[in-house]
């Protein structure tokens, strides 16, 4: 059975830097694509950066030039850089995973908090 695991949120001021890590367990096939979704309280989840197999990367509009996504050296696994955090980071980050078919895997989550 597939599981996700996210680590490394924490509370930090604004302006500090975060990595998050991801690590699959249970596949024996290296995933697609990997990347991250945040959920903020009242809002829906978006996408905020993701990876494919070859390496290419997007990111949403807000991150871009402060988040870097990265995979690890490890097989099936995932970082996410956060630098220059700012309040309206404050969300749950969700870790997904895709092979070239349904379904998505998901992880549990962290929670990111940045004050002011």
């Known amino acids: 059975q597939v599981q996700l695991m996210e680590s490394g949120g924490a509370l930090v001021q604004a302006g500090e830097s975060l990595k998050l890590s991801c690590a699959a367990s249970g596949s024996t096939f290296s995933f697609n694509a990997m990347g991250w979704y945040r959920q903020a309280p009242g809002k829906q989840r978006e996408l905020v950066a993701g990876?494919?197999?070859?390496?290419?990367?997007n990111y949403a509009e807000s991150v871009k030039g402060r988040f870097a996504i990265s995979r690890g050296n490890a097989k099936n696994t995932v970082y996410l850089q956060m630098n220059s955090l700012k309040p309206e980071d404050t969300a749950v980050y969700y870790c997904y995973a895709d092979y070239y078919a349904p379904p998505r895997y998901w992880g549990q989550g962290t929670q990111v908090t940045v004050s002011s």
């Open positions: 990876i494919t197999s070859g390496g290419s990367t």
